[in-house]
């Protein structure tokens, strides 16, 4: 297929430096990403209005969370990036991998700003409630609105989902349903974790739900920037690996035709010297001269 034909040309090595200079300002604004989320982390968040009659909801028993919190950017983030990893090395097109780091990247560190600039989006300091108790707790507690830890799990392995999805060809109309457990493992994952903050008494299930909803929107919008849509035939590679395919053809479609149209070489009706059976006798100036000599009617004098 032309697919494997051309996997060996485009590595880290060969390829790598020139798609990171394409992409730079992709990677300039997401270094900026980084800093806008570390601010959205630092700032206080929403402070919202909490009356007597809202205490029964608020009274559930503290516990601690089920899935900890330093462990969400390993299976959102660093999962992901080991499974792109791993197909790299095994298909060596660093036109994928670059994509899918950059577009992973991109759907969890979009997904956390939006998630934290909810959170932090409006200050009210009204209530007739005082709260007490370890600061931080309290400081999570105003922040319910959306789940992060649900958006970040959806944003992450929504997106390592649609990738795997295009990998196996899920889609490809040949009734191989079994390939659709790979494809919903991931879901299945950012679900439970969900749940889990809900079990926890950490959100409400709108929380839930609303972080949810946008983790995955936002995976779905980063990873169609840089793949197909699963269901489509082409489905198993970048857009960028079919237009670097595309221009080599035309590269060497021109080639064809430069030659074709170039005049034949040596076509005058008579034959190069010495061409019998590819072989050609070393030129002698004074043979060429004798042999003028006769064509002219003049006999060369001997001795």
Known sequence: MMREAHQSTHTVRSHGMTLARTHMHDWIILVLLVILECILLIIHPFYRFVGKDMMTDLSYPLKSNTVPIWSVPVYAMLLPLAIFIF???????????????????????????????????????????????????????????????????????????????????????????????????????????????VDDYWHHWQDVFAGGLLGIVVSTFCYLQFFPPPYRTEAWGPYAYFLVLEAARAQAQAAENEMAQRPPQGDNGEEEDGGFMGLHLVDNPSMRREEADVEAGRVPSRG
């Open 87 to 197: 197909i790299y090395f095994r298909r060596r097109d660093v036109y994928d991998l670059h994509h899918a780091v950059l577009g992973l990247l991109y759907s969890v560190l979009v997904t956390a700003v939006l998630t934290d600039s909810i959170k932090n989006a409006v200050y009210d300091a009204l209530g007739d409630v005082i709260c007490h108790g370890d600061k931080s707790v309290i400081r999570e507690g105003h922040k319910s609105f959306p789940s992060g830890h649900t958006s970040w799990s959806f944003a992450g392995l929504g997106f390592l989902s649609l990738y795997l999805s295009g990998k196996i060809r899920a889609f490809d109309g040949k009734g191989h349903v079994a390939k659709l457990c790979i494809v919903i493992l991931p879901l299945l994952v950012a679900a439970l974790v969900g749940i889990s903050r």
